[in-house]
């Protein structure tokens, strides 16, 4: 029972997943310790591994919690058919390379009992170098609306009269996510015992190749919400690269905002008016 006495709600865990077959089982088996009542919708993009067989055989043992479906395209697209795909009043959102703490979902429950959008606390599993550097803030209204969507919980309502993610980013989604949503006047609640556990990127190739993108998603940021350069924390920004992982997770996130600038030949990302089409009602799945 919730503390005002009522059944607790049910929250919808949407995951998208492209090659995870390494990490998903971890992460399955951490979701059924869960507390309910809770959902699982998979949406599996054109894996090419074992990722698509293993979400599947997971749904057959526990049809009650999980459902797969196949959606090929961005992170976005998938995330948002997923949302629509569940029942929950409050989505969830976690990474097929995380596993959750135990008690994460009773956490995130918890809080959004009190606020329309809840970050929990996420741990780097892997290469210390890696996970020691600290996220690029950027504040609006006095929130971080940095917090990832690997760990991320949205009550529905809010997130349909967003509009959902905006399918057009190659990363950054989570941030322009969140933007719209502080703007529009909502609250961000950070819940540190929410905690869900990360695993960096295997190669050092492979941990720049993410910050590249996630360089090249900040340029579409500014292009699509004006410039954002004010509501940094550019002194933490510069006195957080101590190191030479961190110089060169710095310099590969330039080089993929370069990208962009040279790319888009100095046009803008136009606003996104699209919307969440409201969840579905006996849906096929599919996968």
Known sequence: MGSDGAPPK?????ITVRNEEHHLPELLDSLLRQEGPFEVVLVDSESRDGTLAIAQGYARRHPELFRVVSQPGS????????????????VAFIDGDCFAD?????ALRGALGSAPI???????????GYGDLERVELFQS???????????AYRRRLFEELGGFDARFITAEDIDLNLRAVRSGASIRYAPDAVVYHHMRATFVRFLYQAFWNGYGRKQLTEKQGSLWGRYRIRRLASGQRTVIAWARLTA???GYATRVLSAGGSRLPPDDSAVV???TGADDSG
């Open 10 to 14: 049910l929250i919808s865990i949407v």
């Open 102 to 106: 135990s008690g994460w979902l009773h």
């Open 75 to 90: 992170r976005g697209i998938g995330r948002n058919r997923g949302v629509r795909e569940s029942h929950g009043e409050f």
């Open 253 to 255: 996130a330039l080089g």
């Open 142 to 152: 006095g929130y971080d609306v940095t917090y990832p969507s690997c760990n991320l």
């Open 118 to 128: 809840v970050a929990g606390r996420t741990v780097a599993v892997g290469k210390s």
């Open 278 to 280: 409201p969840r579905a």
